[in-house]
């Protein structure tokens, strides 16, 4: 059974750095496509970070780029997010998700909280 689990959010200050990880299991996770999303209050969950399956090609969000950094170990089976700079606008719940081998279209963590408050 495909299952995907996030971890490390937490709350921070403006101008901080925080690393978000997933952890994978259950599918062919060297295979997969992975996204890093996230759902702010009161607004859609959006993806901000995408890979490839060897890490090779990453895209990013126009919001996002130049501060975050999508990164995946294909051996640990795990994606993370690295997050510099945050500011009050990246506060959201962020999940991370696939769609290979997953019979429901696409799959979701049960996400991870990200505060930015000075």
């Known amino acids: 059974q495909l299952h995907l689990v996030e971890s490390w959010g937490g709350l921070v200050q403006p101008g901080w750095s925080l690393t978000l990880s997933c952890a994978a299991s259950g599918f062919n996770f060297s295979s997969a496509i992975m996204y890093w999303s996230r759902q702010a209050p009161r607004k859609e969950r959006a993806v901000v970070a995408v890979?490839?399956?060897?890490?090779?090609?990453?895209n990013y969000a126009d919001s996002v780029k130049g501060r975050f950094t999508i990164s995946r170990d294909n051996v640990k089976n795990t994606v993370d997010l690295q997050m510099n700079n945050l500011q009050h606008e990246d506060t959201a719940v962020y999940y991370c998700?696939?769609?290979?081998?997953?019979?429901?279209?696409?799959?979701w963590g049960q996400g991870t909280q990200v505060t930015v408050s000075s």
């Open positions: 998700s696939t769609a290979y081998e997953c019979t429901s279209g696409i799959c």
């Open positions: 890979i490839s399956v060897s890490g090779g090609v990453t």
